[in-house]
């Protein structure tokens, strides 16, 4: 049998790409895929989930009669529900900076759940032909605050401006583009691939959100790698944290830790010696990041009440 990838799944059909001679066939599942084809982990091991196809699955296939059957999916090194894909290298993170207006309390949930999922985040903030310089330069200022941690790039992709120095990051990797709904993910597709077959979205004015064109997932060849357009990540939710390991997960917050009384036990809200809070004082964190960490905080609270509740 041969090998292949999963670039996309329409109508019970699943579009691969032969690895060694890169040509794109049309295959079908072959009855039930045994389980001792998947990762067996603590993790995993229990997940119904895994033994449906995804996007970026490596399998194994061949021809039958007339058509080409898929036997079997090769372990995955990691994976995503909403947007269903697998075997991700990085994530390309985009926000618009007008319509919808940049917000970092989205920008901070969507780290936190990537980085849960251990996925490289890039940021790439879009339309900045639509704002004013001024703006524009005071939110770079502000996003120098997250250049440790996470590499940014401001592009308008209508204009191609910063669309060139995109292209190398490609290269041997499978990219997810992930945002919300309406900041020019598809746009900036088209921009790195002009022949995508891609609608450019419009925005609902009634409504201040885009309404989605992606219905699948699906990966474009470029520069060596794949870029994979979603339709998902339209909700997010922090249901996967918990009240105690959120702040495991703010990689600026950890370096600080030594300094709170209760050491990798403290929350960093009550407590009277947080080096956390310390370095809020100090300014070496900025206001936002620690609020928008105070409301994910209340947010899990409440959530957890409920469920215990019902």
Do not use: W
């Given at each position: 049998?041969?090998?292949?990838?999963?670039?996309?799944?329409?109508?019970?059909?699943?579009?691969?790409?032969?690895?060694?001679?890169?040509?794109?066939?049309?295959?079908?599942?072959?009855?039930?895929?045994?389980?001792?084809?998947?990762?067996?982990?603590?993790?995993?091991?229990?997940?119904?989930?895994?033994?449906?196809?995804?996007?970026?699955?490596?399998?194994?296939?061949?021809?039958?009669?007339?058509?080409?059957?898929?036997?079997?999916?090769?372990?995955?090194?990691?994976?995503?529900?909403?947007?269903?894909?697998?075997n991700i290298d990085q994530v390309?993170?985009?926000?618009?900076?007008?319509?919808?207006?940049?917000?970092?309390?989205?920008?901070?949930?969507?780290?936190?759940?990537?980085?849960?999922?251990?996925?490289?985040?890039i940021l790439v903030f879009s339309?900045?032909?639509?704002?004013?310089?001024?703006?524009?330069?005071?939110?770079?200022?502000?996003?120098?605050?997250?250049?440790?941690?996470?590499?940014?790039?401001?592009?308008?992709?209508?204009?191609?401006?910063?669309?060139?120095?995109l292209k190398n990051i490609f290269?041997?990797?499978?990219?997810?583009?992930?945002?919300?709904?309406?900041?020019?993910?598809?746009?900036?597709?088209?921009?790195?691939?002009?022949?995508?077959?891609?609608?450019?979205?419009?925005?609902?004015?009634?409504?201040?959100?885009?309404?989605?064109?992606?219905?699948?997932?699906?990966?474009?060849?470029?520069?060596?790698?794949?870029?994979?357009?979603?339709?998902?990540?339209?909700?997010?939710?922090?249901?996967?944290?918990?009240?105690?390991?959120?702040?495991?997960?703010?990689?600026?917050?950890?370096?600080?830790?030594?300094?709170?009384?209760?050491?990798?036990?403290?929350?960093?809200?009550?407590?009277?010696?947080?080096?956390?809070?310390?370095?809020?004082?100090?300014?070496?964190?900025?206001?936002?990041?620690?609020?928008?960490?105070?409301?994910?905080?209340?947010?899990?609270?409440?959530?957890?009440?409920?469920?215990?509740?019902?």
């Open positions: 049998m041969k090998k292949a990838l999963v670039i996309r799944f329409l109508a019970g059909i699943y579009y691969i790409q032969d690895l060694d001679n890169q040509t794109i066939l049309k295959a079908q599942k072959k009855g039930v895929l045994k389980k001792s084809n998947f990762i067996q982990d603590n993790q995993l091991k229990n997940n119904r989930d895994k033994m449906s196809i995804k996007v970026g699955d490596i399998v194994l296939y061949g021809m039958c009669y007339d058509k080409y059957l898929i036997y079997a999916i090769l372990p995955r090194k990691n994976e995503l529900k909403r947007p269903n894909i697998a390309l993170l985009v926000f618009s900076l007008v319509k919808p207006h940049f917000q970092t309390l989205l920008l901070d949930k969507f780290l936190l759940i990537l980085q849960q999922h251990k996925l490289d985040v339309k900045i032909d639509l704002i004013e310089k001024e703006e524009l330069e005071e939110i770079q200022q502000n996003m120098n605050y997250y250049f440790p941690f996470y590499t940014c790039y401001y592009v308008d992709s209508k204009q191609q401006i910063g669309i060139g120095v290269e041997q990797k499978i990219t997810v583009l992930a945002g919300q709904t309406g900041v020019g993910k598809s746009t900036l597709l088209k921009a790195l691939i002009p022949d995508a077959n891609l609608k450019t979205q419009e925005i609902s004015e009634s409504l201040g959100r885009g309404k989605h064109t992606t219905k699948n997932a699906q990966l474009y060849l470029f520069n060596n790698g794949f870029i994979a357009d979603t339709p998902g990540f339209s909700k997010l939710d922090l249901g996967g944290f918990s009240y105690q390991n959120l702040k495991n997960f703010y990689p600026d917050f950890l370096k600080y830790v030594d300094n709170c009384y209760f050491g990798t036990n403290c929350l960093h809200l009550q407590e009277t010696q947080c080096g956390v809070k310390e370095a809020l004082t100090q300014g070496k964190i900025i206001p936002s990041r620690y609020s928008n960490y105070c409301y994910f905080m209340e947010e899990i609270k409440k959530e957890k009440k409920i469920y215990v509740k019902n």
